[in-house]
């Protein structure tokens, strides 16, 4: 077994998503300045997957959806 660490925020649901296809995750709720700065790196995460979405018309509206 693969055990794959994230460390970074999530959407809702998305334990659920992972519990359905069977494999387990943990989490954990963050607040104040842990959460602000978890959110500023997922926005530059996702602004990053913008850029490399280039010409891809397809890519680019999924991660402009995701930003």
Known sequence: MTKKI???LVR???PEVI???GATSKTRIVQG???LQSLSDKIVE???EVKEAGNNRKELIKELGDV
Do not use: P, Q
Request: hydrophobic share 40%.
């Open 19 to 21: 519990s359905a296809n």
């Open 6 to 8: 994230f460390n970074k």
């Open 12 to 14: 809702d649901k998305i």
């Open 33 to 35: 300045d842990e959460f």
């Open 46 to 48: 996702e602004a990053i």
